[in-house]
């Protein structure tokens, strides 16, 4: 069984960080693209970021580049998600998800989701 599990989230005041972890079990880590989306409340799933297989590769959309960094462990079968100069418009429901694919922004191309973790950031 498939599990990808968030953490890190939480409040922070504009222009602060936070680190967010997925940690995953039941696949073979290092053969997927990992990325990173996120949901406000009302709007459609946002990609954000991935990174390639071995971690070589890393994609980002415009919203987050300069600001945000993913990375990975393969031995600890973790994705992070660095944040940094964090906004007020950040405020969303952030998720993990893994894929087959080389290459995917679309949420569609993803397999294997996880439940979100909750960042909130104040003004």
């Known amino acids: 069984q498939v599990q990808l599990v968030e953490s890190g989230g939480g409040l922070v005041q504009a222009g602060g960080s936070l680190r967010l972890s997925c940690a995953a079990s039941?696949?073979?880590?290092?053969?997927?693209?990992m990325g990173w989306f996120r949901q406000a409340p009302g709007k459609e799933r946002e990609f954000l970021s991935a990174?390639?297989?071995?971690?070589?590769?890393?994609y980002y959309a415009d919203s987050v580049k300069g600001r945000f960094t993913i990375s990975r462990d393969n031995a600890k079968n973790t994705v992070f998600l660095q944040m940094a100069s964090l906004k007020p418009e950040d405020t969303a429901v952030y998720y993990c998800a893994a894929s087959r694919v080389i290459f995917a922004r679309t949420p569609l191309n993803y397999d294997y989701w996880g439940q979100g973790t909750q960042v909130t950031v104040s003004s």
């Open positions: 039941g696949l073979t880590f290092s053969s997927y693209l």
């Open positions: 990174i390639s297989w071995t971690g070589g590769t890393t």
